[in-house]
């Protein structure tokens, strides 16, 4: 399932798209367990958590290896340029 599913969802949630996984169906059907998992198989929910963690690592790395290759004497605030605009594109 995280592998057909939950990489798209985190590929939007990446893009800053907000996401949402809805599990419907009949009771006892498994719902929970493709969600939640088992402490040997996790399910869909905490890989998706592990993943978006290990992404926000890798950020939070690069980040502080940019901030250490710039002299402390230099301020640096990234900030969007006044002619940048919003775009929407509906699909």
């Not at 809805?22 to 905490?46: E, N, R």
């Not at 004497?73 to 969007?80: I, K, L, Y």
């Amino acid at each position: 399932v995280f592998e057909k599913l939950g990489r798209a969802v985190l590929a939007a949630v990446e893009g800053g798209v907000p996401a949402c996984v809805l599990a419907y169906g009949q009771s006892a059907t498994g719902k929970t367990h493709t969600m939640m998992g088992a402490d040997l198989q996790p399910g869909l929910v905490p890989r998706l958590c592990a993943a978006l963690a290990a992404k926000y690592r890798e950020l939070t790395i690069r980040f502080q290896s940019v901030a250490c290759l710039r002299p402390p004497t230099v301020r640096c605030s990234p900030r969007r340029p006044p002619s940048a605009a919003h775009v929407i594109r509906l699909a």
